[in-house]
């Protein structure tokens, strides 16, 4: 009895002690619940990480343009991926062939793999597939999803090799191609036809900046059973994903702001669902036309920087287009950030972040002529040459340079005159660039 008596007395003192503290921990300040909380919470966090691996959860997008898809060799430690300047690779045996995921660089090679599954990411999209300019990206995108009998409806201002291969090199192979005005989705509408396979849009458009409504196309597309492609060279994933959008498949020419030093030029086609992806490989491997490991291995550097870069040449872009419209001797100014621009609601709708990219373009009294004066006379540190997206600033006259394949009833048509203006701002002092801008006008 009297052993059963102390057992209840303990019993009774142990919970009335707890009852104690716990009550003395609710009458503590918040400030010392909270530091004990949180101590704990450290301490268990310190129990389950370990250097080198990964807190759990998303990461942000600025995140991933630095890391994605790159890890550290797992032999030497290297923070960078390893450039695999290889043609072939041995197999263990015939039973083990492609155990290890590579055969021969045509194919597949670590390096340039690595990067199409940043772009992958970057995307957000099921696939990429990187190939050595961005225009193998786009016959790549048309040679996977159309063949002889089938029709396109495309945008009647692209960039000028996108124009000349549909005319030229896929129209005699018994395809069909449609080009109008993509700004009225109307348009759009009144040039499908039963066997429409594909619609091809770019947005914003090279190089007169026009935009889609890249939801309102997807749609139509769905609707009839054909693919809707988006060139989103000009936006970059930075401002806008195509794929977020409803498109089917994102086109970059990775030469322009993904490379963006003008040292490598690149491709890729990214796509929404594997289907689709392995289709574009396919056309990849026969076709023979992947990217390079080098260019891969450069590219998967300068890449990481393309946020930062996006951004200083967006506020650049807006300073000289608001410099340039209140300049007497400018009749127009085109950039999707301004408030005149005619499409500025849907610029708003898909550009993310206030961002509206690097390039524009412009008219000045006198037309044609006063504007090749212009191009003539422009000093540094604008350069007069082809590309765009870089870190120096370019000016290009499209007539004679990335626009001369069109037909010039065509180019004339969407507005590309002989002194057409193209801009692409880099990330020099805005200042500077503005300063030579407005020497070089007044000499015109």
């Known amino acids: 009895l009297a052993q059963e008596l102390g057992i209840c007395c303990f019993s009774s003192f142990f919970v009335a002690f707890l009852i104690f503290l716990c009550k003395m921990f609710s009458l503590a300040p918040r400030s010392m619940r909270v530091a004990s909380s949180a101590v704990g919470r450290v301490a268990r966090r310190s129990i389950a990480t370990k250097s080198g691996t990964w807190m759990e959860g998303p990461k942000a997008f600025e995140t991933e343009l630095v890391h994605a898809a790159v890890e550290p060799e797992p032999k030497s430690g290297a923070i960078l991926t390893p450039l695999f300047l290889s043609t072939t690779f041995v197999q263990d ?26 772009l992958a ?62 700004r009225d989705i109307d348009n759009i509408r009144k040039a499908i036809k039963p066997n429409t396979k594909l619609i091809f849009s770019e947005t914003p458009a090279n190089p007169v900046l026009s935009l889609c409504d890249i939801e309102g ?24 994903r195509p794929l977020d959008h409803g498109a089917d498949m994102v086109i970059q020419s990775l030469t322009k702001y993904y490379e963006g030093h003008n040292i490598m030029t690149g491709g890729a086609v990214i796509s929404k669902d594997k289907e689709l992806a ?12 992947i990217m390079n490991p080098f260019a891969a291995f450069m590219i998967l550097q300068t890449s990481k920087t393309m946020g930062l870069r996006v951004k200083q040449q967006s506020a650049t872009a807006m300073k000289i287009a608001q410099f340039l419209e209140s300049h007497p001797k400018v009749t127009k ?5 301004l408030a005149s621009h005619p499409q500025k609601e849907l610029a708003d ?67 590309i005159t ?7 701002c880099g990330i020099e002092d805005t200042d500077d660039l503005i300063k030579a801008l407005g020497i070089a006008l007044e000499q015109c």
């Open 333 to 337: 100014v085109v950039y999707p950030g």
């Open 121 to 182: 990411t970057l995307e957000n999209g099921a696939g990429a597939c990187a190939f050595g300019t961005g225009m193998a990206a786009t016959t790549s995108a048309i040679s996977a999803t159309m063949v002889a009998g089938d029709h396109c409806v495309i945008t009647d201002c692209s960039y000028g090799g996108t124009n000349r291969s549909c005319r030229e090199f896929f129209t005699p192979m018994g395809m069909e191609f449609t080009f109008c005005d993509f």
């Open 217 to 240: 196309i997807s749609k139509i597309a769905k609707e009839i059973g054909a693919y809707h492609v988006v060139d989103s060279t000009f936006a970059t994933p930075v401002i806008c």
């Open 418 to 424: 002989d002194g057409f203006i193209r801009v692409s």
């Open 349 to 415: 709708k898909y550009h993310r972040n206030g961002l509206h990219g690097g390039m524009l373009w412009f008219d000045i009294v006198g037309g044609s002529e006063a504007g090749t004066r212009l191009m003539n006379s422009i000093q540094r540190p604008w350069s007069l040459c082809e590309n765009l997206g870089a870190t120096e600033s370019i000016i290009t006259a499209c007539a004679v340079m990335t626009h001369a394949n069109m037909l010039k009833e065509d180019r004339l048509k969407v507005g």
């Open 93 to 118: 045996s015939v039973e083990t062939y492609l155990q290890k995921g590579f055969s021969y660089s045509r194919t597949n090679n670590p390096t340039t793999s690595a990067l199409e599954k940043k």
């Open 278 to 289: 392995d289709k574009v490989k396919w056309v990849q491997n026969v076709h023979g036309n």
